[in-house]
């Protein structure tokens, strides 16, 4: 692929942690270590890439992709706004220059200005009242009983939530919506079209968070990691999708890996999906020209690269 987006997740407070993070030792100033961290080594390895991509001897997918880097949020009690402003104002580690450098950008002590730590940013709702919604049943189960016993309740909740997030901290800033109707994961019906949820208003939110999306400059991700948790279609389902694209919105690939062994799993299966209702391009953010932009590709050049053929069906 031309590009490969770097992202982490942001840290969160004592009483969000987890359970798997209480029970591993974890706490708030730990996942503000990792994150820090996190931004050290994709910088490393970015530069590492640029440095190798002046090299002819390298093949050509590799000369021409480029690494962005990212964080993805949380939404939860609102102090996250706070949060976002500082990483998108955190600079990047310095990279020092070499003696024979003659950058007009240099700065006295012999390092280039600091660029930017995170190029974009994906934002995410995880919790509901305070509760995980796609960690596990019981805790899912809690998020519901808070909101009024019923899925329809929560995932009103989860969207209205959602909706805060979009217009508190996407103005402005490139951004993608992650993982649109996670809600969906734990629910009694999974794989039900949200459209089915008009009764109790459902997707009516649905579409005023799309619609807050579009005006916002922000894309959906299409994340695989659905299908390798056991439902029929991705984040977001068909119904979103085929709303979204009527809308003109643009979608861009995830897969939500959270370590080397879902690196595109389920990408097969994703390219398929959308072919499935029409979509003719996709979107990716590059930063070739100095800043951070959308760019778009058609279906056909994405299928033309090796890329696919290293993969199989999940």
Not at 3 to 30: F, I, M, N, W
Not at 117 to 125: H, I, K, P
Not at 130 to 157: K, V
Not at 254 to 273: K, Q, R
């Amino acid at each position: 692929m031309s590009v490969v987006a770097l992202t982490e997740h942001v840290p969160r407070k004592d009483e969000h942690l987890y359970p798997s993070e209480r029970e591993d030792g974890y706490v708030p100033a730990k996942l503000r270590e990792m994150l820090d961290g996190f931004v050290e080594e994709a910088h490393r390895l970015r530069r590492q890439h640029e440095a190798r991509r002046s090299h002819s001897n390298y093949p050509r997918e590799t000369l021409q992709s480029e690494i962005l880097i990212g964080f993805e949020t949380e939404w939860i009690d609102g102090s996250e706004v706070a949060q976002v402003n500082e990483l998108m104002s955190r600079k990047a580690p310095p990279l020092p220059l070499t003696t024979t450098s003659k950058d007009d950008n240099a700065r006295s002590d012999g390092s280039q200005p600091p660029e930017p730590a995170f190029d974009f940013f994906v934002a995410s709702v995880h919790h509901v009242r305070g509760h995980p919604i796609d960690f596990d049943q019981p805790s899912y189960d809690s998020a519901r009983s808070e909101c009024g016993g019923t899925d329809d309740h929560l995932f009103n909740a989860y969207f209205h939530d959602q909706h805060d997030m979009i217009r508190s901290l996407c103005p402005g800033r490139v951004h993608v919506i992650g993982h649109f109707d996670l809600i969906r994961l734990y629910s009694s019906s999974p794989d039900r079209d949200l459209r089915e949820m008009q009764d109790t208003g459902v997707w009516q939110r649905v579409e005023r968070n799309l619609q807050a999306t579009m005006e916002n400059g922000g894309v959906l991700e299409v994340n695989s990691s659905a299908l390798r948790k056991g439902l029929k279609e991705p984040y977001p389902g068909l119904s979103v999708c085929e709303r979204w694209k009527e809308m003109g919105g643009t979608f861009v690939l995830s897969d939500d890996s959270h370590g080397i062994a879902h690196v595109a799993a389920g990408y097969t299966e994703v390219l398929e999906f959308l072919k499935s209702f029409g979509v003719t391009e996709l979107g990716f953010l590059s930063k070739r020209s100095g800043k951070v932009e959308l760019k778009k590709m058609a279906m056909e050049e994405v299928e033309r690269f090796p890329f696919w053929e290293t993969l199989s069906p999940i």
